[in-house]
Each structure stands twice: as structure tokens, then as C-alpha cells.
């Protein structure tokens, strides 16, 4: 790790990273900006519970869905261009061109390999093949609880995914190219490798059999939380959002420049699955990136995995003598 730790900050060359809830600014102003960033998030949040368990089925379809989430977004884009959080994440024209660009490879390519190859088509598979049913019960308990379950099953295994790419090799290949952003953005957790985007995508859900509104509930809680991931706004988030989800600040530290901070805070939606694991860091950082901060071309963060890893396959090589079959000496 670059740099030494002063109290609750690491001061270095590169990284100042700010640990601790009680030493991250708050947002300054009127009575009502500090209310609306104050509750802005809670009331997203038990707005969207309300209208998805309370709407009639003639609108709680995927169709309302996907309105819903372009015009939550664009709300959001708003908030980031009055109110960034940070000057040095103000996003550009070109910035946010190349942002659409792979949300638009996250909704056709990833999504078009998930539909064919993906872990719910495997998993339906193999329970053909094994003529084994899906946990039906789940039907039967209350649609709030459905939601809640199906975003904690995917969160949990995203988990285990997520911090598998920071302690494996061949993993951690496609997942590097997403910290060589040096921003956060609205539309930055789209911005990767395509492989890296399928690989966080699988699950287990396909085991599970839940009412077709509890996905609903489940993807309109899970944006209205897990939104505020890469996003330039600051918020005063209530303590107990703070514990409870992932947020800003814990995802800004996963993004740092520094090395121990970057090995934290894997969740996506429920950063108490964190807290049980001892991977949690409350705090925030403002410098991103990998290399100091080196951006990289959509083509080299689509070549990077395999160029990298076909760089690492060939000096594996060279350092591992050749044996034949019949002695300890190196063969010729």
C-alpha cells in the first residue's frame, strides 16, 4: 500500500482514502437541500416497495419495469451534473458516450449469452436431466419476503463471485478492466469486460420458484439501492441505510487507489453480508483506478484479459523447465 495512515486517513502519493462514517463531509446547505438528500434514498426505496406490491397487474409488467428504471436513471444523471460529489468525477460528453456504449453491450451481448448459456439455463437443464423440481415453496410465503429473498440469494453469491475475482487469477483478468475506471458514474457498474459482466451475472436463482411479481418487487428494490453504487451525488444517508446497504462510499473505497481498500466491500445490494464476513470498510475515496489512475480504450479493455492472460500463460512457460519421461533433468 502506498502511503501511511494518519488517524482515520491514508495519506500517500496516490490514495487519500478517508475511513470512517464520522470523518466524510455532509452535504451543506438549506434546511430543505439537506432534507431531500437526506431521505431521498429511503423514499425511492419504500416508494418502489409500495407501487410494485400495491399496482394492478395491468401495470406491474416488465414493460412499466424498464420505464421505471430509464427514467430513474436519467433522474439520477440530472442530480450528478447540480449536485456532483466530487468536481473530478463530473462527467463529460465523451465520458458518458463511452458509458452508453456498454450498457448497450451489457443489454445485447451479456444479456443475449445469459438467455443461452447462462446459469438459469444450466441450472434448467440439469434439473431436466435429473428430473428434479424447483423449491416451490417459496410461492407460498409472503411477496415481501419473496423479493427480499430472491435479491439476497443473488447478492450473496454475487458476493462469493465478486471476491473470488480479487483472489483468483484467472478470474480477477476480466473483472481488473472495471477498476481501471477513475470515476463513478450512473452508468459505470455497465462498464467492463463483457465476460466479467456474464460471470457476475450467474446464480442460483434458477433452483428457486418465486411469483412472478416478487421478481418485479426484487428488481425495483435492487435498482432503487443498488443504483447508488457508481453515482456522482452525495448523499447523508441515514445510519441505518448505511448498514444495511452498499452504498457511494463503501463502493468509491472498492475503487480506490489504494490496495488494502480495494479488498473490501464486495456486495452489490446488502453490504451486511460484508459486515458478516469481515470485508466491510466504511469510508470513502475520491482518486481511482489502477496504475495511478490510467484509463484505458474501449479496445484495450475488451483485449485486456486475454492479451494479459496469454502474456502470463507464455512467462509460466519460460520459468517451468520441460521434464521427459525418464529422468529429473530438463529435456533438451
Known amino acids: 500500500m502506498d502511503g501511511i495512515r494518519v488517524g482515520k486517513r491514508i495519506v500517500?502519493?496516490?490514495?487519500?482514502?478517508?475511513i470512517g462514517w464520522e470523518n466524510i463531509p455532509k452535504v451543506e446547505g438549506g434546511p430543505f437541500k439537506r432534507l431531500f438528500f437526506t431521505w431521498f434514498q429511503p423514499a425511492v426505496f419504500f416508494g418502489m416497495i409500495a407501487?410494485?406490491?400495491y399496482a394492478p397487474n395491468s401495470i406491474a409488467k416488465a414493460s412499466t419495469a424498464i420505464g421505471i428504471g430509464i427514467g430513474f436513471r436519467v433522474?439520477?444523471?440530472?442530480?450528478?451534473?447540480?449536485?456532483?460529489r466530487h468536481e473530478s468525477w463530473r462527467i463529460t460528453w465523451k465520458e458518458l458516450a463511452t458509458d452508453l456504449f456498454y450498457v448497450g453491450v451489457s443489454y445485447t451481448m451479456v444479456n443475449l449469452a445469459e438467455n443461452y448459456i447462462g446459469s438459469d439455463v444450466a441450472i434448467e437443464a440439469l434439473q431436466s436431466g435429473l428430473h428434479l423440481e424447483k423449491f416451490a415453496w417459496f410461492t407460498g410465503l409472503p411477496l415481501l419476503v419473496q423479493a427480499f429473498l430472491?435479491?439476497?440469494?443473488?447478492?450473496f453469491g454475487q458476493y462469493w463471485m465478486h471476491r473470488g475475482m480479487h483472489n483468483w487469477?484467472?478470474?480477477?483478468?476480466?473483472?481488473?478492466?472495471?477498476?481501471?475506471?477513475?470515476?463513478l458514474n450512473v452508468h459505470k457498474g455497465?462498464?467492463?469486460?463483457?465476460?466479467?459482466?456474464?460471470?457476475?451475472?450467474?446464480?442460483i436463482g434458477g433452483l428457486f420458484d418465486f411469483l412472478p411479481r416478487a421478481f418485479l418487487l426484487a428488481g425495483a428494490i435492487g435498482m432503487s439501492?443498488?443504483?447508488?453504487?457508481?453515482?456522482n451525488v452525495r448523499f447523508n444517508s441515514p445510519r441505518w441505510w448505511r448498514w444495511a446497504f452498499n452504498t457511494t462510499e463503501h463502493h468509491s473505497l472498492h475503487h480506490s487507489q489504494d490496495f488494502e481498500s480495494t479488498r473490501s466491500n464486495y456486495a452489490n445490494t446488502f453490504i451486511f453480508i460484508d459486515r458478516m464476513f469481515g470485508t466491510c470498510i466504511?469510508?470513502?475515496?475520491?482518486?481511482?483506478?489502477?496504475e495511478g489512475g490510467r484509463r484505458m480504450s474501449i479496445r484495450e479493455q475488451m483485449l485486456y484479459p486475454f492479451t494479459e492472460g496469454w502474456k502470463a500463460y507464455k512467462e509460466r512457460k519460460t520459468r517451468e523447465p520441460f521434464f521427459d519421461d525418464h529422468s529429473a533433468v530438463p529435456a533438451e
Do not use: R
Open 12 to 18: 500517500g502519493t496516490q490514495s487519500p482514502v478517508t
Open 190 to 203: 455497465a462498464v467492463g469486460n463483457p465476460v466479467e459482466l456474464f460471470l457476475i451475472g450467474l446464480g
Open 75 to 84: 433522474l439520477l444523471q440530472i442530480l450528478e451534473l447540480t449536485n456532483p
Open 169 to 183: 487469477y484467472p478470474l480477477w483478468l476480466p473483472h481488473s478492466v472495471h477498476h481501471y475506471i477513475t470515476q
Open 150 to 155: 430472491i435479491l439476497f440469494i443473488f447478492d
Open 51 to 53: 407501487f410494485w406490491y
Open 225 to 231: 439501492v443498488g443504483a447508488y453504487q457508481h453515482i
Open 282 to 290: 466504511d469510508g470513502e475515496a475520491e482518486l481511482l483506478g489502477m
